[in-house]
């Protein structure tokens, strides 16, 4: 597996075998643990009871109150027990959850970075090359003496082009085993020389084949309709000779084959005359380097780019073509959700404890609804935007909690709960103004608190008795 495609390092997975085992072995340890400090509470009080078997009187209200303190803490504790049966188990699912989604991501990731790999094919500009001689001095030793000769050596100059017509045509196909996109080229170039020196009539046309190529057919070089030979096999130089003040045409025209980009490059020629018309017969398709093409047109899936300058023109970056992948945004978010998921679970709990009577099964049934819209929430991220899906989910989830209230009032608690526990923070993870809508619903839990206890708008606690008596009485 590539390192693209690793899941997020140092977090807990429960497909894995050995997490899974360590992960078993200390929830057993944790557990007897939490075991037996409940039956040491016990034995602790029964010993004092015995010891204060004799003072009749302060052993009934002493043993009285840590009786009820017992009971009442063994009540909460199977509530505790409860919340943590179905927050550590969660978390280990939203963990697992986080790693699978990342490893999705991240193959999505490297899938499109496979589609457009593979070296570029780079046209450099054709040059004129000629040679001069010219005078230069050194010093020798003679017979232990320092002497200065002056001599003459051969040096290369270069004649700037009059004139580029350039057109490519680009096709794009896939290559099967590596999903990688592959260009064919159809490359035709016209260039005009102009021989603007006196005394000089010999030159070399130096037009070398792209950089790149991985196949690279019917090359060949043209002066006024004839085909020029190299003068070494291998050797892209073409000897040819203009008199002063003459003008003659090169012609260079070829089919190649290489990477998912296409660029030519003057390598800090001043051009002249300047035209390249590249033509992408395939979509999407974007001009490359930041040069800005004079004009683009658009016809289908074809896209003709155009650059062009009557005048002389220096150009730093390469002219070019490359395939435009879609952008792939939101990376992240879900995982980080994941991650957060069961303080959202803890924070929506502790909401619905403090606004209305929770009795363990609803509290066991409200848990299995949230991780369950999570890992709904998970797998349909992936087929359409996350906004919607917990919109969508979000509704089932409202609709299931009406069921939590004994009553329209204890119901519309829940609601309230529910939307500022547990709907607004995942909406808030999945939204760019995360901190807005965090804050938000954390303004709108505290208003519930402060409303529903000290002005004491809701008696849900009285409401639920009498429902509970007269279903009692039915019964």
């Not at 409940?38 to 204060?52: D, M």
């Not at 790693?99 to 570029?120: I, P």
């Not at 929770?358 to 609804?369: C, D, H, L, R, Y």
Request: charge should be neutral; glycine fraction near 6%; include cysteine.
């Amino acid at each position: 597996m590539s390192s693209f495609t690793q899941g997020i390092p140092g977090l807990p997975d429960l497909t894995h075998p050995t997490e899974l085992v360590q992960f078993g072995t200390q929830a057993l340890t944790a557990s007897l643990l939490l075991v037996f400090l409940v039956i040491a509470l016990g034995v602790a009080i029964a010993l004092i009871s015995f010891s204060l078997r004799r003072s009749q009187p302060e052993q009934l209200i002493f043993i009285g109150e840590w009786a009820v303190a017992y009971s009442q803490l063994l009540r909460g504790l199977q509530h505790l027990t409860l919340v943590l049966i179905l927050l550590v188990p969660g978390f280990f699912l939203c963990s697992t959850l986080s790693n699978r989604y990342h490893h999705w991501e991240q193959e999505r990731v490297a899938q499109v970075a496979q589609s457009v790999a593979g070296e570029k094919l780079e046209q450099f500009a054709p040059q004129v090359r000629y040679s001069v001689q010219e005078p230069y001095t050194y010093t020798t030793q003679v017979d232990g003496k320092i002497v200065k000769v002056n001599d003459m050596r051969e040096s290369n100059r270069f004649l700037m082009l009059a004139g580029s017509q350039i057109q490519v045509k680009l096709d794009q196909s896939v290559d099967v085993p590596g999903r990688s996109s592959i260009y064919q080229v159809n490359y035709t170039a016209d260039y005009k020389v102009v021989n603007q020196l006196k005394d000089i009539n010999n030159f070399f046309f130096e037009a070398p084949p792209p950089n790149g190529y991985t196949v690279l057919s019917s090359y060949k070089v043209e002066r006024d309709g004839i085909r020029l030979q190299p003068t070494n096999a291998g050797n892209y130089n073409f000897p040819f000779k203009l008199q002063s003040g003459e003008e003659t045409t090169f012609k260079v025209t070829y089919q190649a084959q290489g990477g998912s980009r296409w660029v030519y490059s003057a390598e800090g020629q001043l051009l002249s005359n300047f035209r390249l018309t590249a033509i992408a017969n395939f979509a999407p398709a974007d001009f490359a380097s930041g040069v800005v093409p004079n004009e683009i047109k658009v016809d289908g899936r074809s896209t003709q780019f155009t650059w062009k300058f009557d005048d002389n023109v220096s150009v730093k970056n390469p002219f070019g073509v490359f395939t435009n992948t879609e952008p792939i945004r939101h990376t992240g978010v879900i995982p980080r959700l994941l991650l957060l998921a069961p303080a959202i679970f803890l924070w929506w709990i502790l909401l619905l404890y403090l606004s209305l009577p929770m009795s363990f099964k609803n509290v066991a049934i409200a848990g299995s609804i949230f991780f369950a819209c999570l890992l709904t929430l998970t797998y349909l991220a992936r087929l359409m935007n996350a906004q919607l899906a917990w919109t969508l989910i979000s509704i089932i989830l409202l609709i299931l909690t009406w069921g939590l209230g004994a009553s329209r009032s204890a119901s519309l608690a829940a609601i309230v709960c529910t939307i500022a526990g547990a709907v607004l923070p995942v909406f808030g993870l999945l939204v760019p103004f995360s901190g807005l809508t965090l804050s938000l619903a954390g303004f709108l839990s505290v208003i519930w608190l402060a409303v529903r206890h000290w002005y004491g708008w809701y008696s849900l606690h009285l409401e639920n008795e009498k429902l509970q008596v007269q279903r009692n009485a039915k019964d």
